[in-house]
């Protein structure tokens, strides 16, 4: 399949199938019901259907955007943006500066080298357990890497989207909007209140010990 100049969308239902473009012809998405692999000057890939996929981005900036299964998204080089939907779906940045948020179920993502952030929504979640809760792999402040909740309202019974309060180890005091550290089995956990019972209504595995800071966050 050639498309030529302009904006073009590809479907691809066939592991054998191509898109080809040169370099300057527009935004290009692929939407594959297969596993997939971007060919060069291609930008967009989005998975379709309900099957356990793999997508593959290119060199360049891509989007990836995951389906309905268990995937497995790579960027490659680029500044890239990973997308999990439905599905224990497993990110990876690879290359440059990536965005990763992995959607519903219990997600694991690795940044890769570069300064990747690590976006949740409130729909975004796994479990409250360690066994079901979204798994960020290679987290790390020197390289630049920040866990974004910037999309995640800290407290719902009040209008509009507040910003969380981060209050290190200590323990939640029962005020809504508060984000906490704790270390089990070796590892660190962010656990956020988000409507003031003092319990966590969220987890994030942070694999490693890290000594996390306000600025380790965006709110």
Request: glycine share 18%; no cysteine; aromatic share 8%.
């Amino acid at each position: 399949m050639i498309g030529g100049t302009g904006n073009d969308r590809y479907v691809v239902t066939d592991i054998t199938d191509n898109a080809i473009e040169l370099a300057g012809e527009g935004t290009d998405r692929v939407l594959a019901s297969v596993n997939h692999q971007l060919r060069d000057y291609i930008e967009e890939l989005e998975l379709s259907g309900t099957a356990d996929l793999r997508g593959y981005g290119n060199g360049l900036d891509n989007l990836i955007i995951g389906n309905g299964g268990a995937n497995l998204l790579y960027g490659r080089g680029g500044v890239d943006t990973l997308r999990g939907a439905a599905g224990n779906d497993i990110l990876f940045g690879e290359d440059g500066n990536d965005l990763l948020t992995g959607g519903a179920g219990s997600d694991r993502m690795y940044g890769g080298s570069g300064a990747d952030r690590f976006l949740f929504t409130s729909s975004d979640f796994g479990g409250t357990a360690t066994g079901s809760a979204d798994r960020i792999h290679d987290f790390s402040a020197t390289d630049g890497d920040l866990i974004d909740l910037s999309a995640v309202d800290a407290n719902a019974s009040v209008a509009g989207d507040q910003a969380f309060n981060f209050v290190g180890d200590a323990a939640f005091s029962g005020v809504a909007g508060e984000l906490r550290t704790a270390v089990i089995a070796g590892n660190s956990y962010l656990q956020g209140d988000t409507n003031g019972d003092g319990a966590a209504d969220f987890w994030i595995r942070v694999d490693g010990l890290h000594a996390f800071v306000a600025g380790d966050f965006i709110f």
